[in-house]
């Protein structure tokens, strides 16, 4: 079961280096979604995409970006990464937004020393 | 903001006990709730959601508005129910999880 696909699975990087976390989904769901996992906050979203070209900001946006020219392809940017954007990053995806079962990635553990 | 609080870091039960998770909300609105679970070595998956009121492996949650809850109940745990549970909130356009319950089902 690859529907939904994330790469790296790990990665390690130094303060200020850029780093492209991608997620790939094979069932053309319209959504997708991006969270990051730390101790004692559970999942926080970070942006989400309605569809190709459309995206939003979630709870955690500050030094991420993200761009989805096609529908199956979400990858997030760590611009200049810090030590406070180490975590689990998961991807997911879904129908729609609300009311629907998400698809979780196998998430990335990203270590920025 | 709207939180969701899941007070127990740790459960641990023995298995044919009953099990319940507690979730707490806050919302002010018309809330849309989830439970995720994580079992070892497997990805996130949905669990249930509180609109369809449907029991999934013999796990069932009530939305309580009044107590903000929607507490994870099962009657007699299996030790393959042993996982990460995670409550989460739909508002807006966000989601919410909370942070998680690890629940260890004893033989």
């Known amino acids: 079961d690859a529907g939904i696909t994330q790469s790296p699975r790990y990665k390690i990087t130094e303060t200020g280096r850029q780093v492209t976390l991608m997620c790939h989904q094979t069932?053309?769901?319209?959504?997708m979604f991006w969270y990051r996992q730390d101790l004692g906050h559970g999942l926080r979203l970070i942006y989400y995409?309605?569809?190709?070209?459309?995206?939003d900001k979630g709870e955690v946006p500050d030094g991420y970006v993200v761009s989805r020219s096609k529908t199956e392809n979400f990858p997030l940017t760590l611009e200049s990464a810090t030590r406070s954007q180490t975590s689990v990053y998961f991807c997911?995806?879904?129908?729609?937004?609300?009311?629907?079962?998400?698809?979780f990635g196998p998430g990335t553990r990203l270590t920025v020393l | 903001a709207q939180r969701v609080t899941q007070p127990e870091k740790l459960l641990s039960v023995f298995k044919g006990a009953p099990v319940e998770l507690k979730c707490n909300y806050s919302?002010?609105?018309?809330?849309?709730l989830f439970w995720y679970v994580q079992y070892s070595r497997q990805r996130l998956q949905l669990l249930l959601r509180?609109?369809s009121r449907e029991s999934i492996k013999g796990f069932t949650a009530d939305l309580n508005k009044g107590e903000t809850s929607f507490h994870l109940k099962k009657p007699f745990a299996q030790e393959e129910d042993s996982a990460m549970y995670y409550c989460?909130?739909?508002?807006?356009?966000?989601?919410?999880f909370g942070p998680g319950t690890r629940l260890s089902v004893l033989p």
């Open positions: 069932w053309s769901h319209s959504y």
């Open positions: 997911a995806s879904s129908v729609s937004f609300t009311s629907t079962e998400q698809f």
């Open positions: 509180h609109i």
């Open positions: 989460a909130l739909y508002y807006g356009q966000n989601f919410v």
């Open positions: 919302y002010s609105g018309s809330p849309e």
């Open positions: 995409s309605a569809a190709a070209d459309i995206t």
